[in-house]
């Protein structure tokens, strides 16, 4: 039986029903266990937060879905370990940093929390990655796409599990520009993801021989995006990239459509979609997006049958940051079994020595600089007419392999990096 204790978490700057929704959910402890004996726990259990966007605009692509895959990581392993205590606490961020911070703090100098997963938004990311390395608290990122989080401000407890911007757009830049796509024009979210991403974009052009038209920011959760895309249109760009997700993606490419710029020359690309998106704006609207992601869940048996469990608790098919948390959950809670207690260190030191092999990222590790390294898939989304599944929206137009898919650790600013001699 599962038990809930709800907390609230309070900004002058937010509203009453946004605050109200800022909750932390804690699970009655789980029974698991290890070669049966209890693990040495610092407080007599592990404790887990995921941190995201439960309301907002980013809630569809991880959002309440996040939690679903975290419950479904614990309840599996326990099937195997037996006598481990681990509860799990929620809370919505709300798309603000302070309030990141706050609810943050209090878990790990109040609450007990060891270990952190999610957080979906690039500003929060980088405020908490400061709060967790002074604590020396692990966190596991799924949609953060700026770099700086594995770079200039990576930590030794902060770990990239699903991607970030240079994994994003690399591959389909260069593909793009290698087909005669040579002048690009940016419409992008206005805060520390889109503007990340945009500058990843330009090098990669610049390293091509091909050309930045310009670029517009728009404020999170807007919803006229009528300027910028008449901007776009002006900038007689041959590719107008959106660097934006959720529902700031769907109004976008819906807007694109009723301006009817899908019948003029220039090719629209998301540089980060998550299945949501698709599912919100509809095929019609999205056929022919391309775009990179870490996972699908229509890759093969494996991941169909974690998205058919996962869509009968969610009534969604997973998206790619969802499938992340519970690939990240698994392997922590299996590190905290290996190693015999939920110390961060130890812990850390079980994560990197034991290889990731789930149906997420099959013989993949952490790499020196805290990045999963694991294949990404080029998908395109298919024409309505060829959608004989529900939720079936993308074929893979290329793996991109793992060594292919991360910026050399050579290039990297990590400052762990140097710690460890590289």
Same mark, same amino acid.
């Given at each position: 039986?599962?038990?809930?204790?709800?907390?609230?978490?309070?900004?002058?700057?937010?509203?009453?029903?946004?605050? &109200?929704?800022?909750?932390?959910?804690?699970?009655? $402890?789980?029974?698991?266990?290890?070669?049966? +004996?209890?693990?040495?726990?610092?407080?007599?259990?592990?404790?887990?937060?995921?941190?995201?966007?439960?309301?907002?605009?980013?809630?569809?692509?991880?959002?309440?879905?996040?939690?679903?895959?975290?419950?479904?990581?614990?309840?599996?392993?326990?099937?195997?370990?037996?006598?481990?205590?681990?509860?799990?606490?929620?809370?919505?961020?709300?798309?603000?940093?302070?309030?990141?911070?706050?609810?943050?703090?209090? /878990?790990?100098?109040? %609450?007990?929390? %060891?270990?952190?997963?999610?957080?979906?938004?690039?500003?929060?990311?980088?405020?908490?990655?400061?709060?967790? +390395?002074?604590?020396?608290?692990?966190?596991?990122?799924?949609?953060?796409?700026?770099?700086?989080?594995?770079?200039?401000?990576?930590?030794?407890?902060?770990? #990239?599990?699903?991607?970030?911007?240079?994994?994003?757009?690399?591959?389909?830049?260069?593909?793009?520009?290698?087909?005669?796509?040579?002048? /690009?024009?940016? !419409?992008? @979210?206005?805060?520390?993801?889109?503007? *990340?991403? !945009?500058?990843?974009?330009?090098?990669?052009?610049?390293?091509?021989?091909?050309?930045?038209?310009?670029?517009?920011?728009? $404020?999170?959760?807007?919803?006229?995006?009528?300027?910028?895309?008449?901007?776009?249109?002006?900038?007689?760009? =041959?590719?107008?990239?959106?660097?934006?997700?959720?529902?700031?993606?769907?109004?976008?490419?819906?807007?694109?459509?009723?301006?009817?710029? *899908?019948?003029?020359?220039?090719? $629209?690309?998301?540089?980060?979609?998550?299945?949501?998106?698709?599912?919100?704006?509809?095929?019609?609207?999205?056929?022919?997006?391309?775009?990179?992601?870490?996972?699908?869940?229509?890759?093969?048996?494996?991941?169909?049958?974690?998205?058919?469990?996962?869509?009968?608790?969610?009534?969604?098919?997973?998206?790619?940051?969802?499938?992340?948390?519970?690939?990240?959950?698994?392997?922590?809670?299996? @590190?905290?079994?290996?190693?015999?207690?939920?110390?961060?260190?130890?812990?850390?030191?079980? &994560?990197?020595?034991?290889?990731?092999?789930?149906?997420?990222?099959?013989?993949?590790?952490?790499?020196? %600089?805290?990045?999963?390294?694991?294949?990404?898939?080029?998908?395109? #989304?298919?024409? $309505?007419?060829?959608?004989?599944?529900? /939720?079936?929206?993308?074929? #893979?137009?290329?793996?991109?392999?793992?060594?292919? @898919?991360?910026?050399?650790? *050579?290039?990297?600013?990590?400052?762990?990096? =140097? @710690?460890?001699?590289?």
């Amino acid at each position: 039986m599962v038990n809930y204790r709800v907390a609230e978490y309070r900004s002058r700057h937010v509203q009453l029903r946004r605050w &109200m929704l800022g909750v932390a959910l804690v699970l009655c $402890p789980f029974t698991i266990a290890e070669r049966g +004996r209890a693990a040495d726990l610092s407080d007599g259990s592990v404790k887990i937060g995921i941190i995201n966007d439960q309301t907002g605009p980013l809630s569809d692509l991880a959002g309440p879905g996040s939690v679903v895959a975290a419950k479904m990581a614990i309840e599996d392993f326990r099937q195997s370990k037996p006598d481990l205590k681990v509860e799990i606490v929620v809370a919505d961020h709300q798309n603000k940093p302070d309030i990141g911070v706050q609810i943050t703090r209090k /878990w790990f100098d109040v %609450d007990g929390v %060891d270990m952190v997963a999610d957080v979906g938004n690039s500003a929060v990311a980088l405020a908490i990655q400061s709060v967790a +390395r002074d604590k020396k608290k692990i966190v596991a990122y799924a949609a953060v796409g700026t770099t700086e989080i594995g770079g200039k401000q990576c930590s030794p407890t902060g770990l #990239v599990w699903l991607h970030d911007n240079y994994n994003l757009v690399t591959g389909s830049v260069r593909r793009l520009v290698s087909e005669g796509y040579d002048t /690009w024009f940016f !419409i992008a @979210a206005d805060f520390a993801f889109g503007r *990340n991403m !945009i500058d990843e974009s330009k090098r990669v052009l610049a390293e091509m021989g091909a050309k930045s038209l310009g670029a517009v920011f728009h $404020p999170l959760g807007n919803a006229d995006y009528g300027s910028f895309l008449l901007q776009a249109q002006a900038s007689g760009a =041959k590719v107008v990239a959106f660097a934006n997700a959720g529902t700031q993606l769907v109004n976008s490419m819906k807007q694109w459509n009723e301006f009817g710029m *899908n019948t003029g020359s220039q090719k $629209p690309v998301a540089e980060l979609m998550f299945l949501t998106d698709v599912h919100g704006m509809g095929a019609e609207t999205a056929q022919g997006l391309t775009t990179v992601t870490a996972w699908y869940w229509a890759l093969n048996d494996e991941t169909r049958a974690f998205a058919q469990r996962f869509y009968k608790r969610h009534n969604a098919m997973p998206t790619a940051p969802q499938a992340s948390v519970y690939s990240a959950v698994t392997h922590y809670l299996k @590190a905290v079994a290996a190693a015999g207690t939920d110390e961060t260190q130890a812990v850390l030191d079980k &994560m990197r020595a034991l290889p990731v092999d789930d149906f997420y990222a099959r013989g993949a590790r952490l790499r020196a %600089d805290n990045k999963l390294i694991h294949d990404f898939y080029l998908v395109e #989304v298919k024409k $309505p007419s060829e959608i004989t599944t529900p /939720w079936d929206y993308y074929k #893979v137009i290329e793996k991109i392999a793992a060594a292919d @898919a991360y910026e050399p650790l *050579n290039r990297s600013e990590c400052p762990l990096l =140097k @710690a460890q001699g590289n």
